[in-house]
T-cell receptor, first 115, second 115 residues
Framework: AQSVTQLGSHVSVSEGALVLLRCNYSSSVPPYLFWYVQYPNQGLQLLLKYTSAATLVKGINGFEAEFKKSETSFHLTKPSAHMSDAAEYFCAVSDGQGGSEKLVFGKGTKLTVNP | GAVVSQHPSWVICKSGTSVKIECRSLDFQATTMFWYRQFPKQSLMLMATSNEGSKATYEQGVEKDKFLINHASLTLSTLTVTSAHPEDSSFYIC???????????FGEGSRLTVL
């Protein structure tokens, strides 16, 4: 079975500061890993995904994540937070079959950006 | 980019009535669609996987007779909440997999409130 743990249900940063959202996964097979963003009352938008290619993955809106097998982590970072980054962020894992089969989501991290 | 549309976005109904939520892929054929349920401030829980022309596969603990899923065409899946009760109030999100590219896209979600 696969699972995802997101450390910290709430993260608060100042505008312009580094954003770091933590995600650890558990998987018995090589995982596919995803980060999604959700704005209030909306669906999910894919930020980036790891599919066994480069371990450092660059996504939209300046976000990137690094796959570290030894640490079973896939933390999301952004060098400089913007007010528009305030949202809920979900890390997800799949078993990699086709790259988009069932997704198992973490509980989410709400990012607040202070002016 | 590819778009998945859900309708209605908001629905309020009386207890005991049935509600149908539609999920449409607007510019691609979706061989597989997924239905998720999201409780307030929580993660997405997969309810069922539907493949066009076949019966949906429900996750453990999800009542098949309560949540009827139909995937009659390659662009439309419907979720019907039968005899809805207040505890069914939730945010329901669908996702659709592009049959050609394998990419996964999420709908905007539908908020159901049962009075």
């Amino acid at each position: 079975a696969q699972s995802v743990t997101q450390l910290g249900s709430h993260v608060s940063v100042s505008e312009g500061a580094l954003v770091l959202l933590r995600c650890n996964y558990s998987s018995s097979v090589p995982p596919y890993l995803f980060w999604y963003v959700q704005y209030p009352n909306q669906g999910l938008q894919l930020l980036l995904k790891y599919t066994s290619a480069a371990t450092l993955v660059k996504g939209i809106n300046g976000f990137e994540a690094e796959f570290k097998k030894s640490e079973t982590s896939f933390h999301l970072t952004k060098p400089s937070a913007h007010m528009s980054d305030a949202a809920e962020y979900f890390c997800a894992v799949s078993d990699g079959q086709g790259g988009s089969e069932k997704l198992v989501f973490g509980k989410g991290t709400k990012l607040t950006v202070n002016p | 980019g590819a778009v998945v549309s859900q309708h209605p976005s908001w629905v309020i109904c009386k207890s005991g009535t049935s509600v149908k939520i539609e999920c449409r892929s607007l510019d691609f054929q979706a061989t597989t669609m997924f239905w998720y349920r999201q409780f307030p401030k929580q993660s997405l829980m997969l309810m069922a996987t539907s493949n066009e022309g076949s019966k949906a596969t429900y996750e453990q603990g999800v009542e098949k007779d309560k949540f009827l899923i139909n995937h009659a065409s390659l662009t439309l899946s419907t979720l019907t909440v039968t005899s809805a009760h207040p505890e069914d109030s939730s945010f329901y999100i669908c996702s659709a997999r592009d049959g050609h590219t394998g990419e996964l896209f999420f709908g905007e979600g539908s908020r159901l409130t049962v009075l």
